[in-house]
């Protein structure tokens, strides 16, 4: 299933670079480094960095692709990875992850990164470093003090904050108060120093504009949200009887709602809130059942689902890889995700929306969260809520239930917003706006 998953983000990443303008390939055939501390053997990787880079490199920049990554991960599918990076003409240079002990394995990587990021401009005099994030970015900024490389923060959120926002740091402990500190001094010379600062939303990038205490406001920033792959999720892929036959395997009767769920379930997925919305549902709509497509343990759900006394055959768990995703999503009348609405949230750009969205399938979401409630009107792809109580789950489940969907609209909202393509255009024109400066 994995060979399956890999051949298909390949077949991804080669249709996209057919459709790219390759435009003046010799003008732009510049060395760009890009750092990431995220694994491409990961699926992070193979979502949100490959086919960006894919797309770069076929207009011409001569990509050099530094990641770290998770050894038992790497072994399994590092000749994949190889291959769409040799066929895409991207230089991939993997570095060993190191888990252990905390904090000093993170400098161990800080310093293993460095050390190969300066031998890899000794030999490429790359003009530009892209850093993927707060851990990269280390190493970017020393590069542009020493080499005077022009300097591109990809912040991809606020880190320093979802740290703590997540409980994995707690300030109460010295330690981590200290390196949140620490971090958070380095976030600010990165927004002062970076040639341009990429954010996932317009909520983040307006948070940044006012803070006084930067230096050069308003400071260049470019956004970029986590893009999707319109080929892969595509529900004109996706015959009438691939559905019916998904839903008997399910044990799903024809005339049941679906309401869906997609993804992991962790940190900042509220899972009570959802169960509790969807027990509201259930209770407007009683033919409504809950999908989980999730690799998470079923415990996990079954146990809040108890507590809240659904009826436990109401919902339905099941584990897929990121090809049979959209098969899933085809088959639910409405998606569902809350995500805790904390400060670090505000940068923060769910790949979920844009996927469901690619899908015609309308979603329940919550408000405070990056660009999610601009998102869901704009383009009329549902509804967003701004507190957790019976009354507005109710008002949304009435609001979405009656309101009339395009789901032709709803994808071609997802291609303006969330389109690969579009996502690749961005970066070029960052791109090229380092190179004007350069010269």
Known sequence: MVAGCIALVVKSIQSLILGVDMGDKNKRETQVLYISYDG?????????VLPYLCGLSAEGYKITLLSCE????????????AAICSNAGIDWQPLMYTATPPVLSTIKDVRNLTKTAYMLHREHRFKIVHCRSYISALVGLQMKKEFGI????DMRGFWADERVDGGLWNLKNPLYKMIYGFFKKKERQYFEQADHTISLTKLGADT???????KGQPIPIQIIPCCVDT?????????QQQKTEKKEELNIPPSAIVLGYVGSIGTWYMLDEMLECYKAFKEKKP?????????EPEEMVRSKARQLGIDQASIIIRPATRTEV???????????????????KKASSPTKQGEIMAMGVPVLCNAGVGDTDYVANKYNSGISISNFTNQAYNDAI????????????IREGAIDFYGLTKGINSYNTVYESLLEKTN
């Open 150 to 153: 022009k300097f591109l923060f």
């Open 208 to 214: 940044i504009h006012g803070w006084k205490e930067i």
């Open 40 to 48: 491409m053997t990961d699926p992070l990787g193979q979502s949100q």
């Open 326 to 344: 959209p098969l899933y999503i085809s088959i639910m009348d409405y998606s569902l995700f809350f995500i805790k609405p904390c400060f670090s």
């Open 231 to 239: 080929t892969l999720f595509d529900p004109s892929q996706i015959s």
């Open 70 to 81: 998770k050894p038992q991960r790497y072994q399994k599918h590092k000749q994949d990875i």
């Open 287 to 295: 033919g409504t059942l809950m999908l989980f497509v999730t690799t």
């Open 398 to 409: 009435d609001a979405l239930t009656t309101k009339q969907y395009s789901p032709e609209g």
